[in-house]
């Protein structure tokens, strides 16, 4: 807005992929010409709340320049926001690491003012985070290669507190509310992603859905004392083969997919080939679009499913459903 009318509004409402629309107060707003024309830039301060971010406090600055004719909106990499090098992550190498949802949320918003100010939504924007190469050392980002900063993540634009013992407490109440309405048939879920597929798939009612997320032991080892009659564990490849290894903490800073046993498996399966490239993958992911043709999934699923039913110790039924990240079912093993 600032770019067309030189005025920046005090705040901006943002419209969030559930129809929230939160309103967020700006800071460094500046419009300036340099030798490429004229363009605006400004910040927000990221509030993580009780979350544990090491990009609590930062400041993210986007600057929106006036695009080509009809080239609709273009990303860049600005300082402190890495580019995305190799395969296996949902944008390709060579983007910058600017996830499909806080796309999709940018385009939203700028074609919104567009269509306010009657202008085309031809806008090139640079993401920036101020001192983001030296906090993205702290995370995962440089081992993934994403270079150069941190990543633009996100799918629903709200950040849920990340406190073990609360989501535990809340997966033991889901549990009990479910056992108390006669429900037989839960399924844990480590996102919204495999949630959304394994309630289509068995017709699943709310109330048989716990938001398990990474702790599949508070899950299993509440069930063990408290037993439903089957249980569906529902995940993403790369939770799920953690899981297949004995992992019952999901969570990237406590477990690690395992590349050389995964190789291994692929091997088993006759595919010495592809075992050889999936020791050099870069993510799980990458992995399993490596070994298309063979059945990777359904023996991770088939392990995990040995490993889930071991720490019940019996009395409950257990399936367990592989996704990718279009929710489409990708391994299964049955109970």
Aim: with cysteine.
């Amino acid at each position: 807005m600032a770019l067309h009318t030189g005025t920046f509004p005090a705040t901006v409402m943002i419209r969030l992929p559930r129809g929230d629309r939160p309103t967020f107060n700006l800071t460094d707003g500046k419009v300036a010409q340099d030798a490429a024309g004229p363009y605006a830039v400004v910040g927000v301060v990221k509030d993580a709340g009780d979350d544990p971010d090491v990009t609590h406090g930062v400041t993210v600055l986007a600057t929106a320049r006036r695009g080509a004719v009809n080239s609709g909106v273009t990303f860049r990499a600005g300082e402190g926001v890495g580019t995305v090098t190799k395969p296996g992550l949902p944008v390709a190498p060579g983007e910058p690491a600017i996830n499909p949802a806080p796309r999709a949320m940018i385009t939203d918003a700028l074609c919104d003012a567009a269509e306010e100010l009657d202008v085309a939504c031809d806008v090139d924007i640079t993401i920036s985070i101020p001192g983001g190469a030296e906090i993205a050392l702290q995370t995962w980002n440089p081992r993934l290669g994403i270079l150069g900063g941190l990543s633009i993540l996100g799918t629903t634009g709200v950040v849920i507190p990340y406190s073990c013992s609360a989501w535990i407490h809340s997966i033991h109440r889901g549990v009990d509310v479910a056992r108390h309405t006669g429900v037989m048939h839960i399924a844990g879920a480590t996102g919204k992603t495999s949630e959304a597929s394994v309630k289509a798939a068995f017709g699943l009612d709310d109330g048989a859905l716990i938001d398990m997320g990474d702790f599949a032991g508070g899950l299993l080892k509440y069930l063990r004392r408290h037993p439903v009659p089957r249980l569906t564990i529902a995940g993403g490849f790369a939770k799920l083969t953690k899981l297949a290894q004995g992992a019952l903490d999901l969570h990237s800073a406590r477990s690690q997919v395992d590349f050389e046993r995964l190789a291994r498996v692929a091997s088993g399966l006759g595919g010495d080939d592809i075992a050889r490239q999936i020791r050099s993958a870069n993510t799980a992911a990458e992995a399993l679009d490596i070994a298309t043709g063979l059945p990777l999934a359904d023996v991770i699923a088939a392990q995990a499913r040995s490993v889930a039913l071991a720490t019940l110790a019996g009395g409950v039924q257990v399936d367990v459903f592989v996704v990718d990240r279009k929710g489409e079912r990708v391994g299964y093993a049955a109970p």
